[in-house]
């Protein structure tokens, strides 16, 4: 358990006020199981996917002298000075094969229309053999659906202003109160097609007993 005086800027993002004593609880959680699910260690190469305003980069660079700890967010600008990636995440703009991992944190369920696989496809290429791409949490049941909330399409992400894409395949349930573009529970049938789709990853799914809210899984995709 990171305490207020260990690391400040942690505290202060996730920690409450700010969070709810349980929300603070699963995102420390949530960064201990990617961080030891993905092995890395200081001569790796990392990405933090959909970072937001986690400071999850600099704790693995400044805390864990993890050098090559980049981020990325479709809100951020491309700096690679500072080893920032804007854009979309099923588009990093990295050469192949260059990245040990690839960190995901509560963002998945949030790719909209063909991003989801897209993005996969995208870590296929970006990993270098051996590499992994952890999400954590994965949303999934018999039967998926998309959440979308149409009042904050204009305004939730700077990045994306124009309506979601959806699937046609997938329901769709309108909830304002959500506050979401786009917040996906995938069908085990879907999810199984993406795996499909991309060959080079092997997916591991691994549910996490000791924490009841976390019915939803970790996928450990490693490029083969
Ligand atoms: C719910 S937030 C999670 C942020 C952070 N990972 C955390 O755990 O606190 C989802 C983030 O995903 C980003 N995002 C959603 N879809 C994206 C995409 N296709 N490409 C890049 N970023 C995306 C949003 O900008 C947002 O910062």
Redesign the pocket.
């Known amino acids: 358990m990171i305490t207020k005086t260990d690391f400040p800027i942690y505290f202060k ?2 920690g409450p006020p700010n969070q709810s004593p349980e929300n603070w609880t699963r ?1 420390q959680f ?1 960064h201990f199981l990617t961080f030891n699910l993905s092995k890395i260690n200081e001569s790796s190469s990392v990405i ?7 400071p ?1 980069q600099r704790i693995l660079r400044d805390v864990f002298d993890i050098s090559e700890a980049w981020r ?4 951020y600008t491309t700096d690679k000075t500072s080893k920032t990636l804007g ?4 588009s990093l703009a990295v050469d192949d094969e260059s990245f040990d991992a690839l960190l ?4 998945w369920e ?3 229309g063909d ?1 989801d696989l897209d ?1 996969l496809k995208e870590a296929a290429r970006v990993l270098k053999t051996g590499g992994k791409v952890i999400i954590t949490p994965l949303f999934f049941g018999l039967e998926g659906f998309v959440s979308t909330s149409p009042e904050c399409w204009p305004y939730k ?4 202003s124009e309506p979601p894409q959806f699937r046609e395949e997938v329901p769709l349930i309108v909830n304002n109160s959500i506050n ?3 917040s996906q529970r995938h069908s085990v049938k879907l999810l199984l097609r993406h795996f499909n789709d991309v060959a080079r990853l092997s997916p591991k799914i691994m549910r996490h007993f000791q924490c009841p809210r976390f019915w939803s899984i970790s996928p450990l995709l490693s490029s083969s």
Request: no cysteine.
């Open positions: 993002e996730y995102k949530e933090v996917v959909t970072a937001a305003n986690a999850v990325q967010d479709w809100n854009g979309n995440a099923s995901l944190h509560n963002s949030h790719f909209e991003s993005f992400y700077r990045a994306a979401q573009r786009y």
